[in-house]
Structure formats: structure tokens, C-alpha cells
């Protein structure tokens, strides 16, 4: 939205003492933007200098330059106490408040204690609409969030105590009911937090849209089940790391019909029941993370059916990780070849049991893939990096660690493939054992490669990393070549091409 504004906003710095100053001057029609500043639309007033009292900072206005020169040493101050009040009887408190709204928490903080009518402006509802305290976390308890909720009351709609471990319920109990208009609410970490925090948001926070849990140890089905029936808009919600079964996991998403995302890695608790009611209810699922959800046993605690019921309902699906799910076979591939072909990345490092046959599936179908972990899929060959050259030309990212079988060969599909010349930026290839020089001297035709990983393949040598940041300058390469242990002779020496473990070259 346009509006008549102030041509010119400098803050001037007359010592480090001394307030900061602003000059305004009219001019024409400003854009708003992140890095400017919208000013008022009264265009009567021309050169005028106006007090703004320590500390003020405006995103946007660091240099020097911009600060402008400093007051002249002849400057009345007697002048400027009596102008330091211009700015509060020109500009009405709505432009005011406008401005104070691009001010971080803590400019806030610091311009409440300017004046009282400062204090007001500084601390009104409408400028903590999002608050982030991630910065202060370990001095924030339980009254901070209680002062918090009370002052911002329904204007807050974004939270973040991500790591505030002394946090409670009882300081989220008020929270929920003062501010009932809260979208967004970050709780990674607190580990405080407990069931009876999420039965209190169920009761009176029915806008929420996004809760992140991750680590809240405490967390269980119950919270499940109250985020369920009070909060029908909800599109995000992770859980990783808390005490969430299947009984959970149906209850949400029955009650959540929106979810977008959800993250629960590391809940072993997880089974095929629990997957089976996602891909029934969640048709407009986009991001499952499912990484290490077992308890590393010899029992199954979900295989293939789960995966695949999820594929027979979630067909928007965009992101997929099941990575360290070890019984995981290559039917799952051939159920996201026919049933998620929006799929753009996947991720099964440690699934050791794909193979060849499960890949040719995927890459038959979903063309849109652009990140792809393959580690330690150990089975692959470079059958597997043929089928992703010819059916993913959008691959950007692409981990083969660990994948003992890949040789050069595999390299040459993928650098001839077409997402070499066009996307592909990140090529891992730690610990391929088959991995030589000449692998690199393919890849110098990935004009958009931006970094290779080359730790502890034995076959690449410094040579061949010095040539391939010849013809690719702009590529970063992490390697790191270790002295052998059996000193040779210097005749040998001589004979022998430089080669070792590698680590960090670049």
C-alpha cells in the first residue's frame, strides 16, 4: 500500500552521548519495504529536526553515510529540549505506532523508558503481534510470559520460546486464554511443558496453526487429543521426541483435517495403525518426517503397509524422510511412484534394503524430486544413478555416502544427466570406496555444482581435486588427505599418485 511519505529519513548521531536525530524532508511517493521506513503523509513540514532519545535503531539506516553529519557544534541545546516533544505533537499516535512497529523487542524495551507517553506507544499490543525470545532464553520464566500475554493480550499471533526450559504451564495457562488469537506457537525444548498446557490451548486458542513440540519430553496422547477438538485450523504440528502413540496420532489427525506438515521424529512409538490413519485423513499432507520412528530392537514397529497407506491418501505429499527406518523394502518406492508424484525430496539414509529395481520406480514417475539421501543405501548400484539422470532433471541435491557399490560410471549418468547443467548444486559422495579422479573429471560439466563432499574416498586424489577447482572456481570441495602410514622410499614416492583419506580442501 502507497502512501504520501517523507522524502528523506536520516538518523544523526552527535556523539555517542547524545540522542539520535532524524531529518525530514517533503518528497513524493515511497513504496514500503523491509529496509525502509514509512513515515508521516504531512508534507508541511520541511527541515526539520526532531529528537529521538538513545538507544532507537531502524533496520535498514547502520552506515555511517546514511547517519549523515553531525549536528553543528553550534546547535542550541536549549533548542533542542524544546523540540523534543515536536515529534509526538506532529505525527498522530496511529503514524507513530506505525513506526514503533518495525522495532525488534528489545528497541521496544529500551524506547518504553524514553517518557511515559513513549511507554505507551512502545508497549501498545499492536507492535507485538510477533515475538521471538529465543535470543533471551535462559532468563525468561514464567512472569515474562505472563507480562507478555497480559500486555499483548489478542494482538499476539506469533510466539517463540524455543529453548526456554524454565517455562511452565502455569505461565501458559494464562497465556492461552489471554492470548486466544495466537497462529504460530514455538515450545521446541521446554521441557517443562506438559499435557495440561495443550489441553488449556484446545479450550481457547482455536486459530492456532502451527504448534512445534519437538523435545517437549512430557508430551503425550492427551495433548494430542485436546489440540485435536479445540483447534480445527491447525496445518503444522512436531512432536519429535515426546511419548506419542498411535491412539494420538488418529485423534489429531481426525480432528486437524488441515494439517500441512507433521514432524514426529524420533516417536518409536509410532506403528503402521498410526500411519494408516494419516494417509485416511490427511489428504492435504505435504511434509511427513518420520526419521528413527522405532525403538532400535529387533522388533518392527512399521514396515512397508504403513508407508503405503500413506500414499494411497497423502498424494500432495512434497516431502518424505523415513531415514534409520531399517525394515523399509522397495515397495514403498513403487507406492510414491504411483501415488505422491508431486514428490520433490526424499530421504532414506540407512534404509538398507532399497535397491536398483525400487529407484527405477520412483525415478519412472516422480520427475519433480530435487533432494535426494541416499546414504547408506548400500544395495544401490549405477543402475540406480542412470534411472535419476534420465527421469529427475530437476535434482538439485543428491547424498550417495556410504553407497559402496556406486563407481565412476554412476557419476558419468548423472553428470551427462539433465539436471547437471541446470540444478544440480550439492554432490555427497563420503566413503564410495570406487570413487576416482575420473568421477571428478566428469563432473566438471555441472556447471551449477556448488559444493562436493569427498570424505574417505580413497581413490581421489589432490591432483584430481585441483583440476576440478580449475574448471569449476566456484565449487567448494571438503576433503582431506591424511599421511599413509607406511613411509615409502622416495624412488617410490616418485612413481605413486597422491592419494589418502579424505577431509577439508577448498
Known sequence: MKARVFQEVVLLSYTQTYPYFFRISSGDELCRSESSLPLCTNASLTDRQCRFPPPFYISGLTSEKDKVAVLSQETNTNQLLTDESLINSILPKELLLRIFSYLDVVSLCRSALVSKYWEILALDGSNWQRVDLFEFQTDVCDSVVHNLAKRCGGFLKKLSLHGCQGIDDTAMRNFAKWCNNIEELDLTNCKKITDSMCVDLGQHCRRLQRLELDSCIQITDASLEAISRGCPSLEYIDVSWSGITDTGLDHMCRGCPR?????????HLISNDGLRSVGQHCSQLRHLNLKNCFKLSQTKHFDDDGIRGITRGCHALEFLCVSGCLHLSDSILLALSLGCPKLRTLEVAGCS????????ALAKNCHELRRMDLEECVLITDTTLQHLARGCPLLERLSLSHCELVTDAG???IAQGECSSEHLAVLELDGCPLISDAALNCLAACRTLQR?????????????????????????????????????????????PEQGLCCCIQ
Open 353 to 360: 534394503q532399497l535397491r536398483d529395481i525400487g529407484f527405477q
Open 452 to 496: 562436493i563432499e569427498l570424505y574417505d574416498s580413497q581413490l581421489v586424489t589432490k591432483g584430481g581435486i585441483r583440476k576440478l577447482e580449475k574448471q569449476l572456481p566456484n565449487i567448494k570441495v571438503h576433503a582431506y588427505f591424511t599421511p599413509s602410514s607406511n613411509t615409502p622410499s622416495m624412488a617410490d614416492a616418485a612413481q605413486q
Open 259 to 267: 494439517l500441512k506438515a507433521i514432524v514426529a521424529k524420533g516417536c
Open 411 to 413: 557419476i558419468e549418468h
